[in-house]
């Protein structure tokens, strides 16, 4: 099965797909909704941005939001909107939902805005794999999240004397000076993608950018080599002892919350953290800290948050074109990702106004364009299809919980990831 809806889903996407132009075409309107998953402080201005670049415009803009990336719930409840006759003009998806969408034959094809824009010169071929299906633009990439980051409590890694880690065992290190002085050391929260997100950090610094290439996006079953899986997981469990307990409770931004509270020394998270903590007027050097996750230096493993468009919304095409041309516009990404926290989608964006560990990403993405080791995100979705993604996370997520030890995490990790490709 190609694209793994839940069975009731497909009940109510099938005949809307089949029955095409025999529906009633809905009337067109010179507006734009968006449906998205932006929650969070520092997601919420975020959004605002985008507002005040399609009102600029004299475009009215509406919103609907449904928390929970990285999960079925935002997904879910965007097909029940579309299954309902009620897609919006455009909705936010990451990596290869992106192609499931395509495959429904739902999406706008967006080629003459990206040809107008120049949109191949500029994105990142890395993101160009999932923005385009069967060499058409679908999706109109608005960023470069990278995930290999940790972000860390500045007092309290100057209180018990913190040195930058270079490698493991810097982390391990560091991580046990946090516990001897009372914080947790290393927060993290309860969903398998955070989980997974840890584990791929881990996973590319154990075996270095070729073998996450080759194990993870061109998913080789060679590639995954029992010994230095079993490091993987070795290093993972190390890590569990580190996590403090309630993770099982807590969402992402609250474990941000916790660092940002100097409960907790860092958080290894997505650079969405640096949004959340410009939301609140904290600064790089100052309140927080940002270092790549040790032995991933030189590696952008991304995240690229994107909008599709439905053919079937009641948006005019004026409105549509208006909106697609703002999220490509390069003044647009600079506002927008001075609030995400994330570099711009496009690597011609002038970096002068971002923080330190903004102008540090996009540097990164930059260097790591050249050097082939800009590569997708496991745990969002960007480096394989949501079979293969959700067998990784379960795997991952048993494992981090303690309910499997690392050898079954081993072999369950090999036949999860060979049975999602069969
Ligand atoms: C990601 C998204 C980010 C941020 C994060 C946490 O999927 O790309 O922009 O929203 O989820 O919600």
């Known amino acids: 099965?190609?694209?793994?809806?839940?069975?009731?889903?497909?009940?109510?996407?099938?005949?809307?797909?089949?029955?095409?132009?025999?529906?009633?075409?809905p009337a067109q309107r010179y507006e734009i909704e968006i449906f998205h998953w932006w929650v969070s402080g520092g997601?919420?201005?975020?959004?605002?941005?985008?507002?005040?670049h399609v009102e600029r415009q004299g475009i009215p803009f509406r919103e609907g939001a449904q928390a929970g990336s990285g999960t079925a719930r935002y997904g879910d409840a965007l097909r029940r909107r579309v299954a309902a006759g009620r897609a919006p003009?455009?909705?936010?998806?990451?990596?290869?939902?992106?192609?499931?969408?395509?495959?429904?034959?739902?999406?706008?094809?967006?080629?003459?805005?990206?040809?107008?824009g120049e949109w191949d010169k500029v994105v990142p071929n890395g993101i160009q794999h999932l923005s385009k299906y069967r060499g058409h633009w679908v999706a109109a990439?608005?960023?470069?999240?990278?995930?290999?980051?940790?972000?860390?409590?500045?007092?309290?890694?100057?209180?018990?004397?913190?040195?930058?880690?270079?490698?493991?065992?810097d982390l391990i290190e560091l991580l046990k000076k946090a516990r001897a002085a009372g914080i947790v050391p290393l927060a993290i929260g309860?969903?398998?993608?955070?989980?997974?997100?840890?584990?791929?950090?881990?996973a590319v610094g154990v075996g270095g950018a070729e073998f996450y290439r080759r194990a993870f996006l061109q998913l080789e079953p060679e590639a995954l080599k029992p010994e230095l899986l079993l490091r993987i997981f070795r290093r993972m469990s190390q890590l569990r002892g580190y996590l403090g307990p309630g993770f099982a409770r807590r969402s992402w931004d609250q474990a941000t919350d916790m660092v940002r509270r100097g409960e907790a020394l860092l958080q290894v998270q997505g650079t969405w953290v640096n949004g959340e903590f410009s939301h609140r007027g904290l600064q790089p050097e100052r309140e927080y800290l940002c270092f790549r996750f040790p032995d991933t230096q030189g590696i952008f493993l991304f995240n690229s948050d994107q909008y599709v468009f439905f053919?079937?919304?009641?948006?005019?095409?004026?409105?549509?074109?208006?909106?697609?041309?703002?999220?490509?516009?390069?003044?647009?990404?600079?506002?927008?990702?001075?609030?995400?926290?994330?570099?711009?989608?496009?690597?011609?964006?002038?970096?002068?106004?971002?923080?330190r560990?903004?102008?540090?990403?996009?540097?990164?993405?930059?260097?790591?364009?050249?050097?082939?080791?800009?590569?997708?995100?496991?745990?969002?979705?960007?480096?394989?299809?949501?079979?293969?993604k959700t067998a990784i996370y379960k795997v991952v997520s048993d494992h981090l919980s303690g309910r499997i030890d690392d050898a079954q995490a081993v072999r369950q990790l090999q036949r999860g990831i060979a049975d999602s490709v069969r």
């Open 89 to 116: 003009t455009a909705a936010q998806s990451i990596g290869y939902d992106i192609h499931e969408w395509a495959r429904l034959g739902l999406l706008e094809n967006l080629d003459e805005m990206a040809a107008a």
């Open 357 to 388: 560990c903004g102008r540090q990403n996009i540097d990164d993405l930059r260097g790591g364009n050249m050097r082939r080791t800009v590569m997708g995100s496991v745990a969002m979705g960007n480096a394989n299809p949501s079979r293969t």
């Open 190 to 202: 309860r969903e398998a993608w955070e989980h997974t997100l840890l584990f791929e950090a881990v």
């Open 141 to 169: 990439p608005i960023n470069a999240h990278s995930t290999n980051w940790m972000w860390l409590n500045k007092a309290q890694f100057d209180r018990i004397g913190g040195r930058q880690p270079d490698g493991w065992d």
């Open 43 to 52: 997601e919420r201005a975020s959004i605002d941005v985008l507002r005040a």
């Open 311 to 355: 053919k079937d919304s009641r948006s005019d095409a004026p409105a549509r074109q208006a909106l697609a041309a703002i999220l490509l516009d390069p003044v647009f990404q600079r506002d927008l990702n001075l609030a995400t926290g994330a570099a711009p989608g496009r690597v011609d964006v002038p970096r002068d106004a971002f923080n």
């Open 1 to 25: 099965m190609p694209f793994p809806l839940p069975r009731n889903a497909w009940r109510l996407l099938l005949p809307l797909v089949l029955a095409g132009a025999a529906q009633a075409a």
